[in-house]
């Protein structure tokens, strides 16, 4: 059974940074294009970050670049998503997501498997 299980959530003021971590199981990890999307609250999915499967690609939404790094670990099959400088527009819940294949594209919405998400909150 696929599992992604987020964490790292929290309350932060601008310009402070958050990690956050998705574990995953159940699937072979390797295989698969892995992705950050958030949802704040009344707006639709966003995707923020996505990263190939062997890790040697990531892509970002322009209101990240340079503030957002995606990586991911392929021994303890985990992705992580560094934050820094945030802003209150980043407030959202962030959710990992597995793509359906390797070949997937790195900016979607569309996921094959979705954690429960984690809370940032973005506050002066």
């Known amino acids: 059974q696929v599992q992604l299980v987020e964490s790292g959530g929290g309350l932060v003021q601008p310009g402070g940074s958050l990690r956050l971590s998705c574990e995953t199981s159940?699937?072979?990890?390797?295989?698969?294009?892995m992705r950050w999307v958030r949802q704040a609250p009344g707006k639709g999915l966003e995707w923020v970050a996505g990263?190939?499967?062997?890790?040697?690609?990531?892509e970002y939404v322009d209101s990240v670049k340079g503030r957002f790094t995606i990586s991911r670990d392929n021994i303890r099959n985990t992705i992580h998503l560094q934050m820094n400088n945030l802003k209150p527009e980043d407030s959202a819940v962030y959710y990992c997501t597995k793509a359906a294949t390797r070949w997937a594209p790195l900016e979607s919405t569309g996921f094959d498997s979705r954690g429960q998400g984690t809370q940032v909150t973005v506050f002066s």
């Open positions: 990263i190939s499967h062997a890790g040697d690609r990531r």
């Open positions: 159940g699937f072979t990890f390797t295989h698969f294009v």
